[in-house]
């Protein structure tokens, strides 16, 4: 089931930053096209090209009916979404950027209860934001709150909030439960990030060995 959810995570996340990514070029790729149509017109315009200029002005007219004015509103939203869930997926596998040295440092005892607190600190915070989450989303809803562009219900949107947050808080959880069995804390590997130079990379190793 853990396996099945981690998947759908990873699925998720991939699928919003591809839709993000396509429906950026789209909307460049156009507003580019209906400049370059512009720019041919009033060169054959200048240049009493009067063909040139018809077909100029077809293209123009074909292409600025495709409105995209909604293209940035939804890679807005798009983004919201692989922000919450991608927040989630950094908790599971130990991407988020920490303060450690002072865990790191201590030992025993001392170093299992600050990391369980700090921890627990996470539960709680997304636990917290799911709730408030929830709730705002059930007013919103019930508001009947469109989008500008999209024209779209807006709770479903800000849904984005209650579940990426707890999600966020059952990895908080996940991760809590595994340190206090095994004592490992889940760490991403820079040894496998391009673009660090090996003394980089053996020092990130050291800051987690």
């Known amino acids: 089931m853990l396996r099945l959810l981690d998947r759908l995570e990873e699925v998720l996340i991939a699928t919003l930053i591809a839709a993000a990514t396509v429906l950026i070029f789209l909307a460049v790729t156009h507003r ?40 940035q509103e939804a890679c807005i939203y798009l983004f919201v979404w692989m922000a919450k869930f991608g927040a989630a997926y950094g908790v599971r596998t130990g991407i988020h950027v920490g303060v450690d040295i002072l865990a790191e440092r201590l030992e025993g005892t001392a170093r299992k209860t600050i990391t369980t607190i700090a921890m627990s600190g996470g539960v709680i915070f997304t636990a917290i934001i799911a709730v408030i989450g929830t709730d705002f989303v059930w007013h919103v809803r019930a508001g009947g709150q469109t989008s500008p562009d999209l024209e779209m219900p807006m709770w479903i949107i800000y849904l984005a909030v209650p579940l990426g947050s707890a999600l966020m808080c059952f990895r908080f959880i996940q991760a809590l439960v595994k340190f206090l069995r095994t004592g490992e804390i889940a760490h991403h590997d820079h040894g496998a990030v391009d673009g660090l130079d090996d003394e980089a990379k053996d020092l990130a190793k050291g800051g987690h060995a």
């Open 32 to 71: 580019f096209a209906i400049g370059f149509a512009a720019d041919l017109v009033a060169y054959a315009r200048t240049n009493d090209m009067p063909g040139l200029m018809e077909q100029a002005r077809s293209v123009f007219k074909a292409v600025n009916a495709l409105k995209m004015t909604w293209a």
